[in-house]
């Protein structure tokens, strides 16, 4: 009778950590059209504070490549040249997410889903290596993702974002037409199309956050 009475609560947890893996790609003076002409890879961690089941904020450090060649592009360049390069990034990011629904698990009555759709919004920082230069460059991160709790400390999730970078020279190339870019003015941006896996850990105390 006693168990009946008394029903069970799900353990909360304030944290997550786990790897990402994924895919890259690249829009700019070298590819104008297909995001994914010439995808390369992406590689990284990240660590996610949950606010609660609505709100979390995520820190991830990743190491990329992207890549472009203009060869077969409709695009015409003065005096019919091609450009390619092979870029390799560090990249930074730190980002707010919104749940659309209320993400994790607990009693019925709050409604929590398993799995819900999310939306994704920062601020981030690329150190860029290209054909032997260095250029590091401010982003904004924007996207979209899914995440599916697995197990009670388990999740998996994934995410594709585009991040704008304003340095236009994370790819070696810019001006190539002779208009002088600006810091909100250019042409390079790159996704991360991502998928994670997190542990969750840091037990939330029930009584000081309110969960009944």
Same mark, same amino acid.
């Not at 890259?24 to 995808?39: I, R, V």
């Not at 005096?79 to 390619?84: F, H, P, V």
């Not at 970078?165 to 208009?179: A, N, T, V, Y």
């Given at each position: 009778m006693l168990c009946a009475v008394l029903p069970g609560v799900a353990q909360q947890y304030k944290y997550e950590a786990g790897p990402m893996v994924g895919m890259t790609g690249y829009l700019g003076e070298a590819n104008n059209g297909n995001l994914f002409k010439h995808p390369s890879f992406t590689v990284g961690g990240m660590f996610r504070y949950v606010h609660n089941s609505r709100w979390a904020f995520k820190a991830n450090l990743s190491y990329a490549g992207?890549?472009?060649?203009?060869?077969?592009?409709?695009?015409?360049?003065?005096? *019919?040249?091609?450009?390619? +390069? &092979?870029?390799?990034?560090?990249?930074? *990011?730190?980002?707010?997410? +919104? &749940?659309?629904?209320?993400?994790?698990? *607990?009693?019925?009555y709050k409604k929590y889903k398993p799995i819900s759709p999310y939306m994704v919004a920062g601020v981030g920082f690329v150190f860029a290596i290209c054909d032997g230069h260095n250029q590091a460059s401010f982003t904004i991160p924007l996207g979209i993702g899914v995440k599916y709790k697995l197990k009670d400390k388990v999740n998996l999730g994934f995410e594709f974002t585009m991040r704008k970078e304003f340095s236009d020279r994370i790819d070696g190339l810019s001006d190539l037409f002779g208009i002088k870019h600006s810091f909100a003015k250019n042409t390079d941006w790159y996704s991360f199309a991502t998928f994670t896996a997190t542990f969750e850990f840091g037990k939330r105390c029930i009584k000081c956050n309110h969960i009944d």
């Amino acid at each position: 009778m006693l168990c009946a009475v008394l029903p069970g609560v799900a353990q909360q947890y304030k944290y997550e950590a786990g790897p990402m893996v994924g895919m890259t790609g690249y829009l700019g003076e070298a590819n104008n059209g297909n995001l994914f002409k010439h995808p390369s890879f992406t590689v990284g961690g990240m660590f996610r504070y949950v606010h609660n089941s609505r709100w979390a904020f995520k820190a991830n450090l990743s190491y990329a490549g992207i890549r472009g060649h203009s060869m077969y592009d409709e695009t015409w360049y003065p005096d *019919g040249a091609n450009y390619q +390069f &092979n870029s390799h990034l560090i990249d930074l *990011g730190l980002t707010a997410e +919104f &749940n659309f629904l209320n993400y994790g698990r *607990g009693p019925l009555y709050k409604k929590y889903k398993p799995i819900s759709p999310y939306m994704v919004a920062g601020v981030g920082f690329v150190f860029a290596i290209c054909d032997g230069h260095n250029q590091a460059s401010f982003t904004i991160p924007l996207g979209i993702g899914v995440k599916y709790k697995l197990k009670d400390k388990v999740n998996l999730g994934f995410e594709f974002t585009m991040r704008k970078e304003f340095s236009d020279r994370i790819d070696g190339l810019s001006d190539l037409f002779g208009i002088k870019h600006s810091f909100a003015k250019n042409t390079d941006w790159y996704s991360f199309a991502t998928f994670t896996a997190t542990f969750e850990f840091g037990k939330r105390c029930i009584k000081c956050n309110h969960i009944d």
